[in-house]
C-alpha cells in the first residue's frame, strides 16, 4: 500500500545511491580497515544528507558511527558490518525490478539508510536523537555491548533498524549463547596401534549426543553444533577436535540452564581432556519491552495512510537485545523489507524503501512531541 507520506517523501533515488555506495564497500565484521572505511563513507553520506558529518568514535580500536545527540532521548541503533568475506557475494550489486542484492543489502545497511534520511527535516533532531552504527554487531557486539546498554539506559525509545519479518517488526528475540569446546586427545597410528591413542573426533561425537538432548521446544530452546574440525591426517588418531556452539532460548532461565549444562560437560573416554569456553551473550528481547513502542507505531502507520505492520517474535538476536536488558522501550525490526539474511540469496525489496522511511520519520516526530 502506498500511502500519501510517501508519495509526498521523493527520496527513493539518493537513498538507492546511498545503499549501492556502502553495499559496494565491503565491511566482514573481522576486517577492520574495512569497518573504518564503510563508517567513514557512511559519515560521508550523512553530510550530504543531513548537512552535519557523524562523529566516528572507537571503542578498542573498533569504529563506532555517531551522529546527532551525546545522550539521545531517542537511540536509532543499527550496525554496518556484514557477515560477508570479502569478494564471497556475486555480483557485488545488481537491481532487477524490485529485488536489489548484495552482501549486507538487507542485513543491514538498507536499514541504516532508511534512518539516516528519516532524520531529514526533523526539526532538533541532532539534538534529541541519535542514529549509532556499530561495527561488532554480527560476532557478538563483545566492543559495543557497554556503549549500548549506557546510551539505552537513559533513552526514552531506541529504535533497532535490523531488517523486518516481511514487513512485521520485531516484538520478541530469543538471547543468545556461545561456546567453544576443545577436545584433547592423544595421536596414534590409525592401522597400528589406535588403541594406544584417544580419539577426540569420538569426543566430540559423545558431546555433540548431549547436547540435543539440553534442547526444549516449549520455550524455543535450540542448542545447535555449528562449526566442527578435527584431526590431522587420514591415517591418524585425531588428538584435537573443536567444535562451537550456538543456543538460544526465548527464557533467560533457559539460558542460565544450557550454560551450565555446557560447563558441567565430562569426558566420556579414559584420557580425553576438555576445555570449553564462552557463555552467555544477549539476554532474550522480552515482548513487555517493545508493547509500548509497537501500539504507538501502529498507531502511526494508520495516521500516514499505511495498512497495519503486524508483529512477531524471532529467534535471531539483535543489538535490541541490549538495548532491553538496560531497561529500555524498545522496537525491533524497522529495518528493510526483503529476505535472505546470511544467505547468497539476500535480497532488498526496492519499492519498500522509501515507505519504510517514511514511517520511521513520521514515528520520530511523533516520539519527540
Known amino acids: ?26 565491511s566482514p565484521s573481522e576486517d577492520l580497515a574495512a569497518c573504518q572505511n564503510v563508517v ?46 570479502h569478494g564471497s557475494y556475486s555480483p557485488l550489486w545488481e537491481v532487477n525490478g524490485d529485488v536489489v542484492r548484495g552482501p549486507g543489502v538487507f542485513d543491514m545497511k538498507a536499514g541504516f539508510v532508511q534512518a539516516l534520511f528519516a532524520l531529514k527535516d526533523i526539526d532538533g533532531a541532532a539534538d534529541r536523537v541519535a542514529l549509532v552504527a556499530t561495527t561488532d554487531e554480527e560476532i557478538g557486539s563483545f566492543t559495543s555491548r557497554k556503549l549500548i546498554m549506557d546510551l539505552s539506559a537513559k533513552a526514552k525509545a531506541v529504535l533497532v533498524l535490523e531488517a523486518s519479518l516481511g514487513g512485521k517488526v520485531k516484538t520478541g528475540r530469543k538471547g543468545t549463547a556461545m561456546y567453544k569446546v576443545n577436545v584433547h586427545g592423544l595421536a596414534a597410528h590409525a592401522g597400528l596401534e589406535p588403541e594406544k591413542g584417544v580419539n577426540a573426533t569420538v569426543e566430540i561425537a559423545h558431546i555433540i549426543l548431549q547436547l540435543s538432548a539440553l534442547e526444549n521446544t516449549e520455550h524455543g530452546t535450540t542448542v545447535v553444533p555449528t562449526l566442527l574440525k578435527s584431526g590431522n591426517s587420514a591415517n591418524t588418531v585425531p588428538d584435537l577436535a573443536v567444535l562451537e556452539i550456538d543456543a538460544r532460548s526465548f ?18 573416554i579414559a584420557g580425553a581432556r576438555l576445555e570449553i569456553t564462552g557463555g552467555l551473550n544477549r539476554p532474550p528481547l522480552e515482548p513487555s519491552s517493545t508493547k509500548e513502542l509497537y501500539e504507538r507505531i501502529e498507531r502511526v502507520a494508520k495516521e500516514i495512510g499505511m495498512a497495519p505492520l503486524g508483529c512477531a517474535e524471532v529467534g535471531g538476536a539483535s543489538d535490541g537485545n541490549f538495548a532491553a536488558a538496560a531497561g529500555a522501550q524498545v522496537l525491533d525490526g524497522l529495518g528493510a523489507i526483503g529476505g535472505g539474511a546470511h544467505a547468497p540469496s539476500e535480497w532488498l525489496s526496492l519499492k519498500s524503501v522509501e515507505e519504510r522511511s517514511a514511517l520511521l520519520h513520521a514515528f520520530i516526530k511523533d516520539l519527540l512531541k
Open 251 to 268: 527464557a533467560q532461565s533457559e539460558l542460565e540452564r544450557i550454560d551450565a549444562a555446557i560447563k558441567s560437560i565430562k569426558p566420556t
Open 40 to 85: 567513514r563513507l557512511a559519515s560521508d553520506i550523512a553530510t550530504r544528507v543531513l548537512g552535519t558529518p557523524a562523529q566516528i568514535k572507537e571503542i578498542e580500536g573498533r569504529p563506532v558511527f555517531w551522529w546527532g545527540a551525546n545522550a539521545p532521548e531517542i537511540l536509532l541503533l543499527a550496525h554496518l558490518d556484514t557477515v560477508w568475506p
Open 1 to 26: 500500500m502506498t500511502s500519501t507520506n510517501e508519495a509526498t517523501y521523493g527520496r527513493l533515488d539518493p537513498m538507492l545511491a546511498a545503499i549501492e555506495a556502502l553495499v559496494r564497500c565491503e
